[in-house]
């Protein structure tokens, strides 16, 4: 168990929808970050927060957007699906000093499938 | 840019047989942080080893070493006596010290079977 929670595990939904996926991060640690895995591109980076605010974007579309709250729990919302957004999508988190920092211990992944 | 090319898609072996994944790393950076981590059917990415630019002394833990050769940009991870629970995606992964952010950047992957 690397400490990162995730939910929901499972999201079936239709094109067009809009859903959310929500992610604790490990105890202590300010970093969060998401990654989509799927069959075509693989493991592609999405974003990533700290303490908070946006660090780094990757190739994340416009019809997503993610948050960090003060507790640091993060959430992903996903809107206008379509099917090719049907994925695992990890969360990660790090923290920690040193070399430590580039540790990311991910959470199980919600599988979204979007018919 | 930075890419981490797993050249080995799928690879089958037979139960106690040992086992090396191949991992090559392209980047710019002379400070930066390689990575492994499997994939098991259930789905869940577990963190194997992080190994440090600056660090090429070679790891092993338990049944799994790697080794990490800067001159050819590879950092290789070897099973050996390989197990059923073996089984799985292992993925190498590169991030860079630089620019505040640690996103990885992971290669597609090489799929083991280990057959009993």
């Known amino acids: 168990d690397s400490g990162v929670t995730q939910t929901p595990k499972h999201l079936i939904t239709a094109t067009g929808q809009r859903v959310t996926l929500r992610c604790s991060p490990r105890s202590g640690d300010l970093s969060v970050y998401w990654y989509q895995q799927s069959l075509d591109q693989g493991l592609q980076f999405l974003i990533q927060?700290?303490?908070?605010?946006?660090?780094a974007k990757g190739n994340i579309l416009e019809r997503f957007s993610a948050q960090q709250f003060p507790d640091l729990h993060s959430e992903l919302n996903l809107s206008s699906l379509e099917l090719g957004d049907s994925a695992l999508y990890f969360c990660?988190?790090?923290?920690?000093?040193?070399?430590?920092?580039?540790?990311?211990?991910f959470g199980p992944g919600t599988r979204l499938t979007v018919t | 840019a930075q890419k981490v090319t797993q050249a080995q898609t799928e690879i089958s072996v037979v139960e106690k047989e040992d086992v090396t994944l191949d991992c090559v790393y392209e980047t710019r950076d002379t400070t930066y942080y390689l990575f492994w981590y499997k994939q098991p059917p259930s789905g869940e990415l577990v963190f194997l080893i992080r190994r440090n630019s600056f660090d090429e002394q070679n790891e092993i833990s338990g049944r799994y070493s790697w080794n990490f050769q800067k001159s050819t940009s590879s950092f290789n991870f070897t099973i050996t006596a390989s197990q059923v629970v073996d089984s799985a995606v292992y993925f190498c992964a590169l991030v860079n010290s630089g620019a505040g952010s640690y996103q990885l950047t992971f290669g597609k992957g090489t799929k083991l079977s280990v057959i009993p």
């Open positions: 927060y700290y303490n908070g605010e946006e660090r």
């Open positions: 990660a988190s790090s923290g920690g000093t040193g070399v430590n920092l580039y540790e990311q211990y």
